[in-house]
């Protein structure tokens, strides 16, 4: 077990908490304050329990150099906002003016630093710039879910310096997780999707050993329609992953465990929302066609029907190009039967969460992830680096 903030006294305390506030900016405005949301309920305890907050995120990919359209100031103003309350920025992480603003600091006021990636130490996990940033503070808590997959200076480096624990949304998602992969009610059903088999094997691989059925979507699909020998066409397909699909869907068996694949499919003659599309069967995809959607009719009653019958349903990536409203039907119809269904659904974010989002059934799912990367990796039933360095309860 973790500590968590219920186990840590942070009165008059800096603490310095990891968020995950990577949002999608436009114009310099924030154009979807979900992941700031989920930081509030940890933001606004600390502020009760009288301590001064040092938040700090990263922001987009600037690559190790400071670039003024990825500055955390719009975030900051935004977070002022949905707290009520004033909020101060600093335009660095480390350096004279953020002790000087650290030191100005009074109970209950928050401070966001500069975006963590602007500096190379971040994604190195540099000892010494994981040093300078625990200087700061007193404590240091982990609410970032998004970005606990990543051993980086502010999820891992920090560790080695302060004292630590799990913030609430951190303590939500694994208890969430943790339940689904550990005590599934049965039958248990996993929905893989996503472009490549690489991306998933070890996904694949985990879950065999813990379902009862694994429906397979997305281009992931092809690969194993490939392996059984169907003609797809110029379809998204990883021909060297070929002899892998077929060990697993071989494991699969010898376990048990039904791989449920697309009867038929929709296809287009471009990969474009303007492209001609039919539905045919998986089997005959004709040459200079495509696959991008595994949801044609049949599929998607297969799908409903396993679906109904769940009592545990983890969802990974889209069954197929859910971008383009043309090659969307299958994901959203899938999420609607997901929506329908008594089942307990956990939703690994990224994609998937967007396709709920887009299906308008997110507050019909038990849970849905904060974090795509990290959802992942721990449904591979590996450690996240972030969660593994925080402090045990003793």
């Known amino acids: 077990m973790k500590k968590t903030l219920k ?11 990891r968020v995950d506030f990577n949002v999608p900016l436009k114009d310099r405005e924030v154009t979807d304050t ?19 907050l040092l938040l700090i995120s990263h922001l987009g990919r600037p690559g190790g150099e400071a670039k003024d359209e990825l500055r955390m100031d719009p975030v900051a103003k935004k977070l002022a906002n949905l707290l009520n309350k004033e909020v101060k920025k600093v335009d660095d992480c480390i350096g004279e003016d953020v002790e000087k603003a650290v030191a100005d600091l009074k109970d209950g006021d928050v401070l966001v630093l500069e975006n963590s990636r602007f500096y190379p130490g971040e994604k190195k996990n540099d000892p010494e710039f994981a040093k300078q ?6 404590i240091y808590v982990n609410d970032a879910f998004g970005a606990a ?7 891992v480096g920090v560790t080695e310096y302060l004292p630590s624990a799990a913030g609430f949304l951190m303590q939500r998602e694994l208890n969430a997780l943790g339940e689904v992969m550990e005590n599934p009610a049965s039958p ?4 893989m999707g996503g472009a490549k088999v690489s991306d998933k094997i070890d996904v694949i691989k985990n879950l065999i050993t813990k379902v009862d059925s694994l429906i397979v979507g997305g281009g992931i699909a092809n690969t194993f329609l490939l392996a059984k020998g169907y003609e797809l066409g110029d379809s998204l397909v990883e ?33 474009s929302n303007e492209a001609n599309t039919k539905v045919v069967q998986a089997d005959q995809v004709p040459a200079g066609w495509q696959i991008l959607d595994c949801g044609g009719p049949e599929s998607l009653e297969q799908y409903k029907a396993i679906i109904k019958d769940a009592k545990t349903v983890i969802w990974n990536g889209p069954l197929g190009v859910f ?10 119809e899938l999420a609607k039967a997901l929506a329908e269904s008594d089942a307990h659904s956990v939703i690994g974010g990224g994609d998937s969460a967007a396709a709920i989002n887009k299906a308008g059934v997110a507050d019909q799912m038990s849970h849905i992830s904060t974090g795509g990367g990290a959802s ?15 402090d045990d309860v003793e």
């Open 188 to 191: 248990f059903v996993a929905i």
């Open 149 to 155: 997959h990543r051993a980086h200076a502010t999820t």
């Open 133 to 138: 940033l625990a200087s700061l503070a007193d």
């Open 323 to 332: 971008e383009m409203e043309k090659f969307a039907h299958g994901t959203i």
């Open 239 to 271: 021909a060297d992953k070929v002899d892998l699909a077929k060990e697993l869907m071989a494991e699969a068996e010898a376990k048990g465990v039904k791989i449920v694949l697309p009867i038929d499919v929709v296809i287009a003659d471009d990969f």
């Open 34 to 52: 979900t992941r700031i949301e989920a930081a509030l309920p940890t933001i606004e305890y600390l502020i009760k329990e009288g301590a001064k």
């Open 7 to 17: 186990d840590m006294d942070f009165k008059g305390k800096k603490v310095l908490v």
């Open 376 to 390: 992942l990796m721990f449904f591979e039933g590996k450690e996240l680096p972030g969660v593994a360095a925080l």
